[in-house]
T-cell receptor, first 111, second 113 residues
Framework: KAGVTQTPRYLIKTRGQQVTLSCSPI?????VSWYQQTPGQGLQFLFE???????NKGNFPGRFSGRQFSNSRSEMNVSTLELGDSALYLC??????????FGPGTRLTVL | AQSVTQLGSHVSVSEGALVLLRCNYS??????LFWYVQYPNQGLQLLLK??????LVKGINGFEAEFKKSETSFHLTKPSAHMSDAAEYFC???????????FGTGTSLTVIP
């Protein structure tokens, strides 16, 4: 069974731009969570989607948004990028919600 | 509310020595507990998890952890460190509904030859 895939793996943007990241969960997994990982802050929870509905949300500004499609694939969008948004963005999928499977991440650099 | 505290952001051990990475949690409900490992430029990989049952949990690569409710701890151990164990380790907790995971800030393990 294929693992969680994230595209693109690397991304370079400039301040003020927007970006969309994609995550394809493991087949059959309906829950997708997104995390931001930075050296100083560790792993911070962004949001979780289940069956196309946002079920949980972390403490991030409204510039960070997401959605989930009927096939469980998920996207997250960051608008008006800031330098501090440079991070590794990790996506994780789960089936019965007692284990999360992580993708390799998207490394976003904001210049 | 749930949270995780990992004591020691950096731990160094000699090859062959005992590895002990500490994790304490707070949870108002019976927790599910996890240890993940992250190698450079990769995502997180599950090492082991505790949901219910036996409190001593064995994972991959020779790691194990013990759930101690009285101490609200879930420390990760390995009897003999290998060079390949050098990585970042994360402890996490979720509720038994599992809707949201809370991660510790991570412990970077260095193995000295």
């Amino acid at each position: 069974k294929a693992g969680v895939t994230q595209t693109p793996r690397y991304l370079i943007k400039t301040r003020g731009q927007q970006v969309t990241l994609s995550c394809s969960p493991i087949s059959g997994h309906r829950s997708v969570s997104w995390y931001q990982q930075t050296p100083g802050q560790g792993l911070q929870f962004l949001f979780e989607y289940f069956s196309e509905t946002q079920r949980n949300k972390g403490n991030f500004p409204g510039r960070f948004s997401g959605r989930q499609f009927s096939n469980s694939r998920s996207e997250m969008n960051v608008s008006t990028l800031e330098l501090g948004d440079s991070a590794l963005y990790l996506c994780a999928s789960s089936f019965l919600s007692n284990e999360q499977f992580f993708g390799p991440g998207t490394r976003l650099t904001v210049l | 509310a749930q949270s995780v505290t990992q004591l020691g952001s950096h731990v160094s051990v000699s090859e062959g020595a005992l590895v002990l990475l500490r994790c304490n949690y707070s949870s108002s409900v019976p927790p599910y507990l996890f240890w993940y490992v992250q190698y450079p430029n990769q995502g997180l990989q599950l090492l082991l998890k505790y949901t219910t049952g036996a409190t001593l949990v064995k994972g991959i690569n020779g790691f194990e952890a013990e759930f101690k409710k009285s101490e609200t701890s879930f420390h990760l151990t390995k009897p003999s460190a290998h060079m390949s164990d050098a990585a970042e380790y994360f402890c996490a907790v979720s509720s038994n509904t599992g809707n949201q995971f809370y991660f510790g800030t991570g412990t970077s393990l260095t193995v000295i030859p």
